[in-house]
């Protein structure tokens, strides 16, 4: 997916959804940057990747020094590009602080051992964060899935 489409597309929902002008603000500066990191990595099409590649790159170039702004912010961003990514809309829902963990038990079980699998793979706690509400994301979509066949 073309990365100017999918960053256009995202500020219209927002507009779309009433977002006040300073975040409005806000979020084009973040789509900004976005660009730019795109473009330094030669990228025109958006991936899951390289959302998480921008995720992570939390050091502000102007101190040197980790920007807990920059976290919040490219964090939300990402995980609004991949939601657009895999289900073709974006999940405006504010992320609870916290673990996330499915409704359902059998897939939170899959879910406690994917966490698992990860924190033997990744040393980076962002990088573990990003996939397992990546897969959050998609078992709780699973789940619906399963609830509205059963409603039939």
């Known amino acids: 997916m073309n990365i100017d489409t999918i960053c256009n597309a995202l500020l219209k929902v927002l507009v779309e959804s009433g977002y006040n002008e300073s975040t409005l603000f806000n979020y084009k500066g973040v789509i900004r940057r976005f660009m ?3 473009e330094e990595k030669d990228a025109s099409a958006y991936t899951p990747e390289l959302g998480q590649a921008y995720a992570d790159d939390v050091i502000s170039q102007r ?4 920007s807990k702004q920059r976290y919040f912010s490219q964090g939300r ?4 590009l991949n939601s657009y990514y895999m289900t073709g809309a974006f999940d405006l829902s504010v992320m609870k602080r916290g673990r996330n963990e499915p409704d359902n038990e059998a897939l939170r079980i899959l879910y406690h051992e994917y966490s ?10 962002n990088t573990i ?8 994301c998609l078992f709780q979509y699973l789940a619906s899935i399963k609830r ?3 409603a039939v």
């Open 36 to 38: 730019t990191f795109a």
């Open 63 to 66: 101190t040197g020094k980790f």
């Open 77 to 80: 961003f990402a995980r609004l």
């Open 116 to 125: 698992s699998y990860l924190l033997e793979r990744y040393s980076n706690e």
């Open 129 to 136: 964060r990003f996939y397992e509400y990546e897969v959050f």
């Open 148 to 150: 509205a066949n059963c």
